[in-house]
């Protein structure tokens, strides 16, 4: 069934099943296996569950927590692991906290729903870490508004906004394209060019009264009446106000980036942003010190939120990454004592050492709790700088500073068998030890540091039944609580497990008429994936003539046996061709994708670089065929992560 | 290299015993040791090697593979070479860095007739001196890897100087900083060759691939820039590595046959003058033309005046 439905040949695949599961032949517990991934596992309708048998069978193999174990994620940016930490998406705040929806009235009534009850199955005991919800959220709520944060007002509660809808980025798009959504910010985001079915998007654009864009140069959001196909008349009629703003570069700018393995790691400001150039920061701030003098001047229907949100920067239009970073690590309100530290007072005004001391009664401030302890008052971890290793297993220590509590890996009680003992003793990265009675380690624990073993607290902390999810509780994900293989919205074939339900059916799909979906049937034969090369770095490397020269023109990757059947040579022209557009490039005809036996169909893949558009060197010396990839990909989503499906969609090739 | 070597302590006031260090072996002679089998073509080598010596950007076409051109040019001289390769039915590609290769025995300075235009130093990195360069080009014929390239604006010929900048600073070449993989090693030559054979022996017996090895000609006394292949027994499979490089005969034979001939005869030639003196004598000065002839009675009272 395997072979049917991925084409990977059964001796091919029972060979690699065999290798990645021998490491716990005849019960040996000392081996760790990795599974190291590319974010293109999780663009598919089903991403998610891909993600989630990635960690059944982890969790199987007693491969979490493991030095060299794990589900890593190789994600596609420097600093995207910091932007979720951050929340950077519509449905969390920083810390992964929930975000509240209408229904939550008060604090009270969005904490019973946020904060999970522990749940003990069986012999296991649960840490249930997440019950200290209300510690982070009231903290975040202090860091938020200050003063005006009050025990008698819900801390401020009711000035968080209320997210009643998914406002994920292809939601966003149609919203804009029915005329729902009438303005966008892009910082740092070309929109037109990453989202999927860019014609619908540059279409949306069209409708919307303003953009505002800052960017390092013009790009094809910011200019997006420059696509191709539309003429000088269309030109004409559109009525969008753009305004461009000229940022700074990662190189200009200080701060951190956060790693997949979530190092905080500091990085200084290597030259000044050229001309009018801005900083991120000065232009957000300079945005909200003039939206807040409207309000203070003209009031309006809510300007509590606005008027009462903490700006205590040294700079106010322009605040330094430091005290932001300070601000996010938090600070004591009131003197502090903990019972488990005797002889510890934390002064009021003093840096936090760590999320230990949250509190929920106001007296701490934190804008995020999973960042505490990354500046304290002994300084700013994350520009630590040691190379030291101790315990020679890669641990480094010193090196940055590693959310949580600067663990390097997380749910390492699991490295341990049920009494404490670690089943690699050679690699060893926590153990109880019995005279301190408690867990000490080369790595920070990642545990209630005094349970004994005899205890039966699950390693899973962050799960409110103390254990790993094989099977996961109600709603924990939109598409159920087990795997299931779906084919793609677009698949050559139909599943042949169920055809009856081929893909993902809470999979979102739009309904607008550039929305459509093509099917074998139409002649859309040809799976087509989409990928960045090594040479570029998203849309903005095509403006600097070094990689230019390394790639100077978007390509079609065809295999060599379809190029033979159809008389394609390499470097000939193809038009590539999906039910939302058409796609023009080169052809590279190479060994490298081969035919695969889909469902007893030869089925053919070709692959589209996502780097050229119709703004670059290259594009606007002519030399380029200036559409976007995404023209392609469809806007169909994974319901859980809102992933766009660009890994797999329906294509016709032909010679142009 | 230099600096140490003079500042190498030879006495010590008062000290008793020897001089630490005396008579120790030191190790000059440094490598770059390319590892084909962890190279991702990601280009960062290129891209380094352009940035730190300043080179303008070129113009590139596409031309139906992932190679940003056909050859090192003269203001690109770190390439890599792209293969679509087979093996056992299976895709797999090679990715060579190609680059000036070092050798011990440097066809190009054998070739050069310019003198002081290719240096070789003892730390074995050879390098072209632009401002002695006469743009013959008989450097590019004598390289048996293709590597040394005109630039027809300059009239002088360019190369990898295997950053002899920053090696003389004791800083390793750009490409190796760049490098994302740590495919790109440098040291001295016997550690690199010592790295090299323990990476092959591991290809050899963990990864299936038998015939991995070293490839560091001897043909040509051995390289400071090796490799260490999949298939060291096809080089030519790596974007056309030559299994046996030679320098061209006529080269070899300049030096060895040519130039000695050339010295004879040259000798020879002194010698028929030596001879031609003695026997003949030498030319005397010869008036240009006869003189007028109301001036010839002056002339010869004249002499008649010199005559005692």
Redesign the interface.
């Known amino acids: 069934m395997v072979e049917r439905i991925t084409g990977i040949p059964r001796d091919q695949f029972l060979k690699a099943a065999d290798l990645f599961t021998s490491i716990r032949k005849g019960g040996d517990m000392k081996k760790a296996g990795t599974i190291i991934y590319a974010v293109g596992w999780t663009q598919h309708t089903f991403g998610t569950q891909i993600i989630r048998t990635a960690a059944i069978l982890q969790l199987i193999l007693g491969n979490v927590g493991r030095a060299g174990g794990g589900v890593n994620a190789l994600r596609g940016h420097s600093n995207i692991q910091g932007a979720t930490d951050m929340g950077g998406v519509f449905d969390i705040f920083p810390g992964y906290l929930k975000i509240p929806a209408p229904t939550d009235t008060d604090l009270a009534t969005f904490l019973k729903r946020t904060t999970p009850t522990p749940s003990k199955p069986n012999m296991w005991d649960s840490y249930n870490y997440w019950s200290n919800t209300p510690k982070f959220m009231v903290s975040f709520l202090k860091s938020l508004y200050g003063d005006a944060a009050r025990q008698e007002n819900d801390f401020a509660f009711p000035y968080l906004p209320k997210i009643d809808r998914n406002y994920s980025w292809t939601e966003m798009w149609d919203y804009m394209y029915n005329g729902q959504v009438k303005g966008l910010f892009a910082f740092g985001m070309n929109g037109v060019m990453i989202g999927p079915n860019s014609r619908k998007n540059i279409d949306a654009l069209k409708k919307a009264d303003w953009l505002v864009v800052c960017e390092l140069y013009p790009d094809e959001t910011s200019e997006f009446w420059r696509a191709p196909g539309i003429s000088k008349n269309d030109m004409a009629k559109i009525n969008t106000t753009v305004y461009r703003l000229p940022g700074a570069g990662f190189a200009e700018k200080d701060g951190t980036f956060v790693n997949s393995a979530r190092w905080l790691q500091w990085k200084y400001v290597a030259l000044p942003p050229p001309g009018q150039a801005k900083v991120d920061q000065e232009i957000l701030a300079r945005i909200f010190l003039k939206v807040r003098e409207l309000y203070r001047n003209e009031g309006g229907k809510f300007p509590d939120p606005i008027l009462n949100l903490t700006w205590a920067y040294t700079t106010p239009e322009n605040p330094s990454f430091a005290e932001v970073a300070k601000e996010i690590n938090g600070r004591a309100l009131a003197d502090l004592t903990e019972p488990t530290q005797p002889g510890v007072t934390i002064k009021a005004g003093q840096q936090l050492p760590g999320f230990a001391w949250l509190r929920d009664d106001g007296t701490t401030a934190c804008g995020n709790w999973l960042y505490s302890g990354s500046w304290t008052e002994a300084g700013a971890q994350m520009q630590r700088r040691g190379t030291e290793d101790p315990s020679g297993l890669g641990v480094y220590p010193n090196w940055a500073w590693s959310w949580p509590a600067n663990r390097r890996v997380m749910y390492n009680r699991a490295s341990c068998d049920p009494s404490g003992k670690p089943w690699d003793y050679e690699r060893r990265q926590v153990w109880w030890n019995e005279a301190q009675q408690k867990w000490v380690g080369n790595d920070v624990p990642d545990f209630k540091v005094d349970s004994k073993p005899q205890d039966h607290m699950g390693p899973f902390i962050m799960n409110p039944e103390g254990v790993g999810r094989i099977f996961a509780p109600l709603a924990a994900f939109a598409d159920g609580p087990f795997p299931e293989h779906y084919e793609p919205v677009e698949s050559p074939i139909a599943n042949p497990l169920h055809p009856n339900q081929s893909n993902n059916p809470v999979a979102k799909k739009y309904k607008s008429d550039l929305d459509r979906y093509g099917t074998p049937e139409e002649g859309f034969n040809i799976v087509c994936t989409t990928y960045r090369l090594?040479?570029h770095y998203h849309y903005w490397t095509k403006n600097n003539?070094?990689n230019?020269?390394?790639?100077?023109?978007p390509?079609v990757e065809v295999p060599a046996q379809l190029a033979d059947e159809m008389g394609i040579t390499?470097?000939e022209k193809v038009k590539v061709t999906s039910a939302r557009g058409v796609y023009v490039a080169?052809?590279?005809?190479?060994?490298?994708i081969?035919p695969m036996m889909i469902d007893g169909k030869k089925t053919y893949q070709i692959g589209i670089p996502i780097h050229s558009g119709y703004r670059g060197i290259a594009e606007d010396e002519g030399r380029t065929s200036l559409d976007p990839a995404n023209q392609l990909s469809p806007a169909a989503i994974d319901p859980n992560a809102y992933t766009p499906e660009f890994k797999g969609f329906l294509v016709k090739i032909e010679r142009a | 290299m230099s600096d140490e070597r003079t500042l190498q302590i030879q006495q010590i006031s008062a000290h008793p015993g020897t001089v630490p260090g005396q008579g120790a072996q030191r190790e000059v002679e440094v490598a770059k040791y390319i590892d084909v089998t962890t190279c991702i073509g990601c280009k960062a080598c290129e891209v380094a090697c352009v940035e730190w010596n300043d080179h303008p950007f070129r113009e590139t076409t596409f031309d139906n593979t992932y190679q940003t051109m056909p050859t090192t040019e003269w203001n690109y001289y770190n390439l890599i070479k792209f293969v679509e390769h087979e093996r056992d039915g299976n895709f797999m590609w090679l990715m060579r860095k190609d680059q000036c290769m070092h050798c011990a025995d440097p066809g190009c300075l054998r070739a050069c007739p310019a003198d002081g235009a290719i240096v070789q130093y003892e730390n074995g990195i050879v390098d072209f001196q632009q401002e002695n360069c006469i743009g013959c080009g008989y450097c590019i014929s004598g390289c048996p890897f293709d590597i040394p390239k005109f630039n027809p604006k300059t009239k002088k010929v360019f190369k990898c100087t295997l950053c002899s900048d920053r090696v003389g600073q004791g800083l390793e070449p750009a490409c190796i900083k760049a490098c994302p993989t740590g495919c790109l090693h440098f040291g001295t030559k016997s550690d690199m060759v010592a790295l090299a054979n323990t990476r092959a022996k591991q290809l050899r017996e963990q990864s299936g691939f038998q015939n991995a090895g070293v490839y560091d000609p001897q043909s040509i006394g051995g390289t400071h820039v090796i490799y260490v292949l999949h298939d060291a027994t096809q080089p030519e499979l790596y974007g056309g590595l030559p299994s046996n490089p030679q320098i061209p005969p006529s080269y070899t034979g300049w030096k060895w046959l040519a130039k000695p001939a050339g010295l004879v005869m040259a000798a020879l030639g002194l010698l028929a003058v030596f001879f031609h003196r003695v026997a003949v004598g030498p030319k005397l000065p010869q008036p240009e033309e006869p003189p007028p002839a109301e001036a010839q009675p002056d002339t010869i009272e004249a002499k008649r005046k010199e005559k005692p």
Request: net charge positive; proline share 10%; hydrophobic share 40%.
């Open positions: 090594t040479e003539p070094m230019v020269q390394l790639v100077p023109e390509f390499g470097g080169k052809a590279m005809v190479t060994k490298g081969k």
